[in-house]
């Protein structure tokens, strides 16, 4: 089972710990950035050898578009606008990762194990909360959204019924052996689509920083996710590891502004917030 | 079998991720922010595969656009990233 894929693949894990571990400290933190960079460079030349696909001009293609796209926006992008365009990319990745499960869903779900079904789906519904919600953060911090938490009549209750339905039709796909499961995938993407939306929307122009380090955990966890379904090691690996430093990252956050992950999530202001808590 | 060990490194990377950074000055919660942010583009690895294995032209489609938005992720976040940190040290 721990072949040679396996072990380059914890080496390339390390170095992303070590590049993240780097990335916390001001001397080394530009160091840090690239040996993530050169991580992640190696594991997609890794990933293409392995399996033996780095031959195929489509794929060559799109990481030519994506990589010009993705250097020219960062080259342009102005340093106040930085957080809208982190919470963008991040969205962006999301994105990936819901397609890849849908994609896998469409190919191959009559042949998935339990297993396979359960967390590709599961990869669909966190890659797309990802998506919009990300996105709708770039938008409020980018003011095109009004930064004041806009929150519906009942809007806890839509949220968690969106999210109950999600969950009911994740579990179905996953047990059952159903024959329009691109219908039901795609049903179970526009509600996750939705309940990121509503996730997002609710939260205050100020908190946005920390949501969105939050949905940077999410996105690490849908590639993890991802990884399960295709039997990635890698991807689970680094997946894994940027969902729980997101998430330590978010709590170290809302340390430093004073603020619980309660309140900001349910979109209560900032000074309502020192008032209730005192963290 | 293959899947107990999948769950058994999500599980270690998880805690190892968990323990890697401790204590972060506020200047550099947004570089590291971004720079996970970019590390997160590795569902480039799964789109980069699912794509090559897919059979429909609508599946190959949905990949194609999967590897372009993973890869605008990882470039786009590591020169975003790198921009930031040479402005703390000018």
């Known amino acids: 089972m721990i072949g040679t894929y396996e072990i380059v ?6 170095l992303v710990l070590v590049g993240i571990k780097l990335m916390s400290s001001p001397k080394t933190a530009v160091q840090g950035n690239r040996i993530g960079a050169m991580a992640m460079l ?3 030349i890794v990933v293409l050898a392995y399996n033996g696909i780095i031959d195929v001009p489509l794929l060559w293609f799109a990481i030519f578009v994506g990589g010009v796209t993705g250097y020219i926006m960062a080259m342009r992008v102005k340093m106040i606008q930085m957080p809208q365009m982190v919470a963008l990319l991040n969205g962006l990745g999301g994105g990936a990762s819901a397609l890849v499960a849908l994609v896998e869903i ?4 009559k042949q998935m194990t339990l297993f396979g079904r359960l967390t590709g789906q599961l990869a ?3 890659g797309a909360v990802t998506f919009s919600g990300s996105l709708i953060a770039a938008a409020k911090l980018d003011r095109r959204i009004s930064q004041r938490p806009i929150i519906l009549k009942n809007h806890g209750l839509i949220s968690n019924a969106v999210l109950l339905i999600i969950i009911l039709l994740i579990i179905t796909a996953s047990v059952a052996n159903i024959s329009g499961i691109g219908f039901i995938a795609i049903i179970t993407a526009f509600l996750a689509l939705a309940y990121g939306v509503l996730f997002a929307i609710r939260v205050g122009g100020a908190d ?3 949501t969105i380090s939050l ?5 690490g966890l849908a590639g993890a996710i991802c990884g399960f379904t295709i039997e990635d090691p890698l991807l689970v690996a680094v997946g894994a590891i940027v969902g729980a430093s997101g998430l330590i990252l978010t709590q170290i956050m809302c340390g430093a502004m004073n603020r619980s992950l309660v309140d900001i999530l349910s979109g209560s202001q900032l000074n309502s917030g020192i008032n209730k808590k005192e963290t | 079998m293959k899947e107990m060990f999948l769950i058994i490194i999500f599980i270690v990377a998880s805690l190892l991720g968990y323990r890697v950074i401790k204590e972060v000055p506020s200047l550099l919660h947004t570089p590291l922010m971004s720079g996970t942010n970019a590390i997160s583009g590795v569902t ?3 789109s980069l595969v699912s794509t090559a294995y897919a059979v429909s032209s609508g599946s190959k489609f949905l990949g194609f656009i999967a590897v372009v938005l993973a890869t605008v992720n990882l470039v786009g976040g590591f020169v975003v990233t790198d921009r930031m940190l040479k402005m703390f040290k000018s």
């Open chain 1, 215 to 219: 949905l940077n955990s999410f996105s």
């Open chain 1, 9 to 14: 693949s914890i080496v390339l894990s390390i």
């Open chain 1, 124 to 126: 669909l519904a966190v």
């Open chain 1, 208 to 210: 946005m920083p920390i």
């Open chain 1, 106 to 109: 469409f190919e191959r779900y």
């Open chain 2, 44 to 46: 480039i690895l799964g």
């Open chain 1, 42 to 44: 190696a594991a997609v």
